[in-house]
């Protein structure tokens, strides 16, 4: 609220000499006020809701008390545009209209991006990693996670285009961080070793690290450290890696109410995810997390239970000619919204005076399992026999960031290698030996996907949009397609 003297100095600041100071150490301008929903600043600020919307009540009174009617905005043309000779003076009338303003100029700056130190790479990626926002990638085991968040903790510190010129703070929850591995990338990347000026070569010492071995102390660091951290140093990306292993090891435990459970968590989550955001907003820093992914089960079983315990839809989704009903992708809380049929009036004989009627089950477009396959990245092609994942921590951390990135990776298998002596029984020969075909893990291929960010347009179905990457010395490196003849 810097600027509130300066757009409105007849504004009486005396009668809200409690609430400003709380909002100029917020950073929060009179654009902010006019823009974000009361209860988001409340939340910020810890101010009274009430309050607040009398501060921005009396903001829209000030501002509608300095407009002044215009009759006329002159336009600027060139002389090119100015006629040869000037057109008679008319008076102007209320019926005429009224000249169209300039318009706004452009914005000057744009959020800042963090480079994968691969081009193609970052051009799936719109350019980057951007600056101002949450961005999560999530995948399975070994699937590529951590390298992509090594790499850009090492980009951060390159001057633009690639970088920030600024260092990283990297966050683990679950291993330390792998300084041999950056140290490895350091001498093998090439695009580091492109960097002439030695000031502004990546370096370990710009890296900070921190461990967070559980919640409590997770929201210490995040609440007090962090906060000194990004004001002593010029940090331009946080890391978390990962982000959903304290929320399992806390909020999954046996013996304790599952409601309560899911309800805690959720509040912990919306907290950490405003937390973030303020970083990422107010120090014009990244926020890049790694999370988990879960394997997704058919609701086939959920949707035979519905059908049994309601024989007229059972009738009603039967095709002619099937052996049972046919299925559909009803989830569990919509199968509890139908009552049981038990509840209903079954003989005429019912001392109920009116019959209940009916309640279909509900549409798939509204179950779950139809709607995830665009915020999660898996499930959307639907002649895909992979396995099907979904992100952990559910819909609401969905909810809390920019931009979601999907790795996937498929083993490649090949034939073994013949040896002098053959392998006699009992022989060990390793899991990645398959019995059934005789073949063995040959490699990994890896994928990486956009599913929805802001900056960048979301990848097709599947992994046909996909952008099929490998993991070298030097970090991640696109695997260009071949033309196909």
């Known amino acids: 609220m810097t600027d509130l003297r300066r757009i409105l100095p007849s504004f009486p600041v005396a009668n809200f000499t409690g609430l400003l100071p709380a909002i100029e150490n917020h950073s929060l301008t009179t654009t902010d006020l006019l823009t974000l929903h009361p209860a988001d600043i409340a939340k910020q600020t810890h101010l009274p809701l009430l309050d607040l919307k009398r501060l921005i009540a009396a903001v829209h009174a000030s501002l509608l008390d300095d407009l002044t009617p215009r009759t006329t905005i002159p336009l600027v043309t060139t002389p090119a545009e100015q006629p040869s000779a000037p057109p008679q003076s008319q008076p102007e009338t209320s019926a005429s209209p009224p000249s169209r303003p300039p318009p706004p100029p452009p914005p000057q700056s744009w959020p800042s991006l963090i480079s994968t130190l691969d081009p193609d790479l970052d051009a799936a990626l719109g350019g ?85 071995p559980d919640l409590e102390s997770q929201d210490h660091i995040l609440q007090y450290q962090v906060p000194v951290l990004l004001e002593r140093h010029r940090i331009g990306l946080i890391v978390i890696d990962s982000v959903a292993a304290n929320y399992r090891a806390e909020f999954e435990r046996q013996g304790a109410s599952r409601g309560s459970n899911m309800a805690a968590r959720s509040n912990d989550l919306v907290r950490l995810g405003a937390l973030l955001r303020e970083f990422a907003r107010r120090y014009d820093l990244a926020v890049v997390v790694a999370n988990q992914v879960a394997d997704r089960f058919s609701s086939s079983s959920s949707s035979s239970s519905a059908a049994t315990l309601s024989s007229p839809a059972i009738s009603r989704t039967q095709q002619p000619g099937s052996r049972g009903p046919a299925a559909t992708q009803e989830t569990p809380l919509a199968s509890r919204s139908n009552p049981p049929q038990a509840s209903l009036p079954s003989t005429p004989a019912s001392p109920l005076p009116f019959s209940l009627p009916d309640e279909p089950p509900a549409p798939p477009v509204l179950a779950l399992d139809h709607q995830q396959r665009w915020f999660t990245g898996w499930g959307d092609d639907p002649h895909s026999s992979h396995a099907l994942k979904t992100p952990s921590l559910g819909l609401v951390w969905s909810t809390q960031i920019a931009c979601r990135i999907a790795l996937f990776k498929r083993p490649v298998y090949g034939q073994p290698r013949r040896t002098a002596a053959p392998i006699m029984a009992g022989d060990s020969v390793g899991d990645d030996y398959d019995q059934d075909t005789g073949a063995t893990l040959r490699t990994w291929k890896r994928w990486m996907k956009v599913v ?10 599947g992994t046909d949009g996909a952008v099929e990457f490998e993991i070298n010395l030097g970090g991640l490196k696109a695997v260009k397609r071949k033309a196909r003849k």
């Open 128 to 212: 980057g990693i951007p600056t101002g926002r949450i961005t999560e990638f999530a995948g399975e085991s070994g699937a590529g996670k951590t390298q992509f968040l090594l790499s850009l903790s090492l980009a951060v510190q390159l001057p633009p285009p690639h970088g920030l010129a600024r260092q990283a703070l990297y966050i683990s929850t679950e291993s330390g961080l792998s300084t041999s591995r950056l140290a490895q990338m350091l001498r093998a990347n090439q695009t580091i070793a492109q960097e002439s000026d030695a000031s502004h070569r990546p370096s370990l010492d710009n890296i900070l690290s921190a461990s967070l």
């Open 452 to 461: 929805f960010a802001p900056h960048a347009e979301a990848s097709g179905q």
